[in-house]
């Protein structure tokens, strides 16, 4: 039996390779560790549709922790067990700016993503997640039961999103998900808080938790977990809080740390 009851794995960067390749050598080593005993949750960035065709590629079913935090759901039979929403007048001030600024954005249920344009670029990175966006007119409503804001946009024009937002008094939580990303969403909402909530459920102790993750909304779920392993791809500060690093998410990171696990726990 392994060591870690609960296993909570990054997607993008700490799962899958910068190809958003799930490889076999890591695949193996996921479905090793669940046959051990162990419950895999991915806990991700990503919707609830994207993150469960990740879980269908290993052949798992199970709870999903998606768009950061902000919703769980039973992969079996897609329920949302808990969602953080968000409404109109917290998204509005940020919804009025990126429109203002042409930056991309797109709007986040648990299971749909709305967007109010679409181009090649755009295009792509949606069929890259594993995603089907739907296209929405700007004058609509938000979508009932928004859980996240998503922005699409090259580093430096974050940056300067950022910068620009820095003084205000904000409705919403902004967090770097990713390079081109940055997610807004529900003030409390974290991968850090619904997987401790989750293990409490389940009856399962921090220190039978292991976490793996790579960025900046990864750093809450590694300081949680018993055991938090980041990637050798992270940045220094999500390195810094972690236990350990293992190696990149191109060098089947993933794998080398579950098979030490499963190494171990064929020794006791």
């Known amino acids: 039996m392994m060591n870690y009851k609960l296993i909570a794995l990054d997607v993008d960067g700490t799962l899958l390779n910068d190809d958003h390749e799930l490889t076999p050598r890591v695949k193996r080593a996921v479905t090793a560790a669940a046959a051990a005993g162990a419950e895999i949750v991915l806990c991700t960035g990503r919707g609830s549709a994207s993150a469960l065709s990740v879980l269908a590629q290993l052949g798992l079913s199970g709870t999903v922790i998606t768009h950061n935090g902000a919703s769980v759901v039973d ?6 067990l808990q969602e953080s929403t ?3 007048d917290e998204a509005g001030r940020y919804l009025e700016l990126l429109r203002e600024r042409g930056v991309h954005f797109d709007l986040n249920t648990a299971f749909d993503i709305y967007v109010e344009r679409l181009d090649e670029q755009t295009a792509s990175m949606y ?21 996240k804001i998503s922005i699409f946009a090259p580093k430096a024009d974050l940056d300067e999103l ?16 990713g390079d081109y990303f940055i997610d807004l969403q529900h003030r409390e909402a974290s991968k850090g808080t619904a997987l401790a909530q989750w293990a409490e459920k389940r009856g399962i102790p921090r220190e039978s938790v292991l ?10 779920m590694l300081q ?11 940045p220094p500060e999500v390195k810094a809080a972690a ?22 726990a064929e020794r006791n």
Not at 75 to 80: D, F, S
Not at 211 to 220: K, L, Q, R, S, V
Not at 249 to 260: H, I, R
Request: aromatic letters at 6%.
């Open 224 to 234: 949680y977990a018993g055991r938090g392993v980041a990637m050798d791809n992270s």
């Open 127 to 147: 069929e890259r997640m594993l995603a089907e966006p739907i296209l929405r007119s700007p004058g609509e409503q938000l979508p009932g039961r928004t859980v």
């Open 162 to 177: 950022e910068t620009y937002w820095r003084d205000w008094s904000h409705e919403l939580q902004s967090i770097r998900s």
């Open 75 to 80: 992969g079996e039979t897609r329920e949302i």
């Open 211 to 220: 976490a793996i993750g790579n960025y900046y909304n990864d750093i809450g």
């Open 243 to 264: 236990d350990e690093t293992t190696l990149s998410n191109n060098e089947d990171g993933v794998a080398v740390v579950l098979e030490a696990c499963l190494a171990v």
């Open 86 to 88: 968000i409404g109109a």
